[in-house]
């Protein structure tokens, strides 16, 4: 078919078949089944605003360099194109550009392999500058090296009227003109995405010197906007819909006893997501790099919720969130059609936090549980403080949860439940405080132990992420 009908067809409103090819595990790299990959596209191709009317599967040991499928299966696929009426045929994998025009010359329909499809989505739901600047920058990565099939049926364009030194000759391919086209495009946003990215490092940066941060991560539509609503003000776009948050939201969290963190929520990750669109959305996950403690939350309701989890864990190493302590939420649990599925999930991850972003279950122990990682456990303690320390009384009263006060001659004794990072916070109004008859500054390490640093004890283990037919074995992350 000709470049100018593909260009014409949308994929928004248009009937879709869709297909999905299972390879070989250790090939792949993945025990993804095909039942999973084709729900996964089905809701990939709804987000998208698609119809699928169709559906197509094959086992193959290695693609076909020309067709992706075997040559039995591009005739099948053509023969149901056109009984379905379809106008778009979806891939669950990334095709080559000569893969790509032989099944279009094949089907005689547009095909859509799964980092367009899912660069497609990103640019509808992009509504900031700095994400819709990142999704053009993925959408030339992933156009540049295709340009070459584009403008194959074409020759070179004539130089024009020899006026000049330089301007006689053939002139230079089409191709070529497409090409520095697309780099000064691609240089220009880039330049312009940076100068947003430092802003943001900047941001970032001096919100984690004056806060503790915690951000929000895991799988697409995983129910990380829910839980952001239900323990924040809220105000997050929270929907049944693959990557319904293309940008980061950050509120304040209270968790109790005065104690609060800022929480953001940030874009999902999926599995087989583009490079170049990781590359490019870096600076929305700018506040998952930088925080202190991640939640990593998988909806446990999904049949796919281990190889999602594993997804995930992957994909933080990609981009560089390798320092921070992680906490494992296993959201929906409302959801689970027998309590023994809750039951194994706890036994590979004893540490992991059952909770229902829906029904407000398991909130109050996450809550908790932030707070201990974040600041250390909290301890009721005697805190005396002079009378003219006012500014130390008024945040132990504004900050902490106060038990008793008694007002004595000259100074103002105090029971108050307090976590280490508020005892540490507290030196900064006086350093005449003391605490359980001590000094504050020897208290600290005494009454309140160093909360855990990031180490083997602090990751998810991914030798514990399994599929349900196989282990995976343990992994360099």
């Known amino acids: ?92 994998h990334d095709l080559s550009p ?50 070459r099939a584009m403008w194959d049926h074409l020759g070179q364009v004539t130089g024009g009227a020899p006026v000049g030194i330089g ?94 963190v800022l929480v953001s929520d940030t874009v999902g990750f999926i599995r087989d997501l583009p490079h170049h669109l990781v590359a490019s959305f870096r600076s929305t996950l700018e506040e998952t790099v930088h925080g202190d403690l991640l939640l990593v939350v998988v909806d446990v309701s999904e049949a796919g919720a281990q190889e999602r989890l594993r997804t995930v864990l992957q994909t933080l190493d990609e981009i560089g969130a390798t320092s921070q302590r992680r906490q494992l939420v296993l959201n929906k649990v409302d959801l689970l059609p027998r309590p023994d599925e809750l039951l194994q999930w706890l036994h590979r991850h004893p540490d992991a936090i059952p909770v229902s972003a829906a029904t407000g279950e398991g909130l109050d122990t996450l809550a908790q549980a932030v707070a201990e990682s974040v600041f250390g456990p909290a301890r009721t303690v005697e805190i005396e403080i002079p009378s003219d320390e006012a500014a130390a009384v008024a945040y132990l009263e504004r900050r902490t949860a106060v038990l008793d006060r008694n007002w004595d001659e000259g100074s103002v004794r105090m029971q108050v439940r307090v976590n280490r ?37 602090c990751r998810i283990p991914l030798h514990r992420v399994q599929a349900p037919e196989a282990g995976w074995g343990r992994t360099s992350a």
Not at 1 to 23: D, G, I, T, W
Not at 98 to 104: G, K, P, T
Not at 112 to 141: C, G, K, N, P, W
């Open 167 to 260: 301007t006689r000759g053939p002139g230079e391919q089409q191709l070529e003109i497409d090409r520095r086209l697309v780099q000064r495009r691609r240089k220009q946003l880039k330049r312009e995405l940076d100068q947003i990215h430092d802003r943001t490092a900047r941001q970032v940066e001096k919100r984690n010197a004056d806060h503790h941060t915690v951000g929000l991560v895991g799988y697409t539509n995983a129910g990380k906007s829910s839980i952001f609503n239900a323990v924040t003000q809220g105000g997050a776009f929270a929907n049944d819909q693959l990557f319904a948050t293309l940008s980061t939201r950050v509120e304040r969290w209270p968790l109790g006893d005065g104690a609060e």
């Open 1 to 92: 078919m000709s470049e100018a009908h593909r260009e014409q067809l949308k994929v928004a409103r248009e009937r879709a078949v869709l297909v999905a090819v299972q390879l070989p595990h250790a090939r792949s790299g993945s025990s993804v089944t095909l039942e999973s990959r084709l729900k996964e596209l089905r809701a990939l191709a709804d987000t998208a605003g698609a119809t699928s009317v169709g559906e197509l599967s094959q086992k193959l040991r290695i693609p076909n360099g020309k067709t992706f499928l075997g040559r039995g299966k591009v005739e099948e696929l053509a023969s149901l194109v056109k009984m379905v009426k379809a106008a778009i045929v979806i891939f669950d």
């Open 421 to 457: 990072a508020q005892a540490q916070a507290l030196l900064a109004h006086t350093s005449r405080a003391s605490i359980e008859g001590g000094r504050l500054v020897d208290a600290l390490d005494t009454i309140w132990p160093q909360p855990a640093t990031f180490g083997d004890s």
């Open 98 to 147: 000569a893969q790509i025009r032989n099944l279009e010359q094949a089907c005689e329909v547009k095909i859509v392999d799964r980092s367009e499809l899912i660069l497609d989505i990103f640019a509808r739901r992009a509504t900031t500058h700095a994400a819709r600047l990142q999704v053009e920058i993925a959408q030339l990565e992933y156009t540049y090296p295709r340009l």
